[in-house]
């Protein structure tokens, strides 16, 4: 068991999921091991943040929690 988590680029990540090279998802393939990872801390280049939920499902708990 890691006792520190893997980071991962988000930038990195997204360009492989919308890539349909076939080699980039071969070098990629540690990305979807099954392992936890945080994102690198890298600025995403955008500010606003949004999440979809459903009635009763902690919405109001969530933004209280993020606000």
Do not use: C, H
């Amino acid at each position: 068991m890691p006792t520190k988590a893997r980071t991962l680029n988000f930038k990195q990540l997204m360009n492989v999921l919308k890539s349909k090279d076939e080699s980039l998802w071969e070098q990629s393939q540690w990305m979807f091991d099954g392992e936890f990872r945080f994102l690198d801390g890298e600025s995403l280049g955008f500010n606003k943040i949004a999440f979809n939920t459903y009635p009763r499902s902690g919405n109001s708990f969530l933004r209280r929690l993020v606000e």
